[in-house]
């Protein structure tokens, strides 16, 4: 028995590999989306706060996301217009991940330049990031089958929470040693370096294959549609349902960090948190999420992911007005873990919404306009709880978060009925 346990083993290997080497060029370039925004974006904050900036200020930084909000305004030329360079898709992602590295190269070279020309820039590279995301997510939509994409969303978050990991937590832990110009240049190669797995991706024969499996329901005869604003009418009530539920999640999470180090936490150990900690939980939760999807149901663990949620905003409210950090390092852990269960569903979702004739204007929309019109309340949280106080902060953003599950729960719920497929 000893002697056969061991091909076994080894086959049972060799075959995972397999299956998961078609999900590698995704992931890598899920994990340049991460490590760009999380170095761009991700430290900044922690850093000018422990700084003694402002709450309200620090909030400002919050616009160099603004790009990933405002993809629908040129999504449709995506959708229309070919690069002649490689496939639709595929020229569109390097081509954008190809201005990303140049202009973070230039952005290495500007330490003691003004701050405005360093946030135009980085608003610039983070554009060019997103541009690179939705021209990926069509790509999905177009090539993967419908059942294989709860794999594709779980890459995407171990891609995303890696890249996290290492722009925030070993980029940014770094920065004494790399120095500004090392860390800018390091993130540039690891975005290059990313870019090569999907330039061999087969996404002329994928997509062949897939419309003549698809048939006239994947889109046989496409509507013709006048751009993202005709679109986003058709699309308007799950844009506000993903808007809600991404300002919800952000008020009752997002500023968890700042909190903790008005407690009294030190920055590094919040920075390990905010690098480190959440990066990894984020990563094991997207690979567990779809097999426990598949096991409990979609609905259901959204549930179980909220209530979870729910009880770290009861916590944080308890810490904050008791002084206690243990606590709250104990509430935003708790966070992380219990926000992990609603990656793998809410993605694969949005996958499922944005599959069409037009999926790189869906994806935009249901994403990015989504992000969007959860921004000002991303830039005012901090300001607010600077206000109210961070104790009548958590507690006033719990039921709004409630309310926007509750409201997300039942339009993934009416979905899946509409599709015939077990919750």
Not at 66 to 71: A, C, D, E, R
Not at 103 to 123: D, K, N
């Amino acid at each position: 028995m000893t002697g056969s346990a061991g091909p076994a083993i080894g086959t049972r290997v060799v075959d995972t590999l397999a299956a998961l080497r078609p999900l590698a060029p995704f992931f890598c370039l899920y994990v340049t989306f991460g490590a760009t925004l999380g170095f761009l974006s991700g430290g900044a904050p922690l850093i000018l706060r422990a700084r003694g900036v402002e709450l309200a200020e620090v909030g400002l930084l919050q616009l160099i996301n603004l790009p990933v909000g405002l993809t629908f305004l040129w999504a449709p030329l995506l959708d229309r217009l070919r690069l002649p360079i490689l496939g639709h898709r595929i020229g569109w992602i390097a081509a954008a991940q190809v201005a990303s590295v140049l202009l973070l190269v230039v952005l290495s070279l500007g330490e003691a330049w003004p701050l405005p020309a360093l946030l135009a820039l980085a608003i610039a590279a983070c554009a060019c990031v997103a541009t690179m995301d939705i021209a990926l997510e069509a790509l999905v939509v177009e090539t993967v089958p419908a059942e294989r994409r709860a794999f594709v969303a779980s890459a995407k978050l171990c891609g995303a929470s890696l890249g996290g990991i290492l722009g925030v937590g070993v980029l940014v832990g770094s920065y004494d040693s790399l120095g500004w110009r090392g860390a800018v240049l390091a993130c540039a190669a690891l975005d290059a370096l990313c870019l090569l797995p999907i330039l061999g991706y087969r996404e002329s024969r994928l997509r062949e294959t897939r419309s003549a499996g698809a048939g006239t329901a994947a889109g046989a005869g496409p509507e013709r549609w006048s751009g993202s604003l005709a679109r986003l009418r058709r699309l308007g009530g799950r844009v506000l349902v993903l808007g809600a539920y991404f300002a919800a999640s952000y008020l009752v999470g997002g500023p968890n960090t700042l909190a903790l180090l008005d407690l009294g936490v030190p920055l590094g150990q919040v920075g390990t948190l905010t690098g480190t900690v959440l990066p990894a939980v984020n990563l094991v939760m997207a690979l567990a999420a779809g097999w426990l999807a598949a096991r409990f149901g979609t609905v259901r663990l959204i549930a179980v992911g909220a209530l979870g949620v729910l009880a770290s905003g009861g916590l944080m409210v308890v810490a904050c007005a008791g002084r206690v950090p243990d606590l709250g390092i104990t509430a935003a852990v708790l966070g992380f873990v219990a926000g992990g269960f609603l990656g793998v569903p809410v993605f694969n979702m949005i996958y499922r919404w944005a599959q069409g004739p037009k999926p790189a204007t869906d994806y935009a929309l249901l994403f990015g306009a989504a992000f969007f019109a959860a921004m000002p309340l991303r830039v005012a949280a901090p300001a607010l709880a600077g206000w109210i106080g961070w104790p009548g902060y958590f507690a006033a953003t719990l039921p709004l978060y409630a309310a926007a599950v509750a409201w997300l729960a039942v339009a993934v719920d009416r979905t899946l009925r509409d599709d015939g497929a077990a919750r």
